[in-house]
């Protein structure tokens, strides 16, 4: 499964969301969108205005959702 999480320094949220993907022991890749101008762009041509957005290959969102997370594990240990 591949996750990515667009976020930016001293993001509170953004913190959670990792912290809660380690806490599931789910591996993600971690673009900060303040030192990769295409992925800010990316995130913007996405329709979303605040990170963290955290995307998969099959659905994507944006802040901390730690309902969208438990679902990410639950797929990844049926799989």
């Given at each position: 499964m591949s996750i990515t999480i667009y976020t930016k320094p001293d993001c509170v949220q953004c913190h959670a969301t990792c912290r809660a993907l380690d806490s599931k022991g789910l591996l993600y890749r971690k673009v900060d969108i303040l030192q990769d101008r295409q992925a800010?762009?990316?995130?913007?041509?996405?329709?979303y205005?605040?990170?963290p957005v955290v995307e998969t290959a099959g659905d994507s969102w944006s802040?901390?959702?730690?309902?969208?997370?438990?679902?990410?594990?639950?797929?990844?240990?049926?799989?």
């Open positions: 800010l762009d990316y995130v913007r041509s996405l329709g205005q605040q990170v802040g901390f959702r730690p309902d969208k997370i438990s679902g990410l594990a639950a797929a990844a240990m049926a799989s």
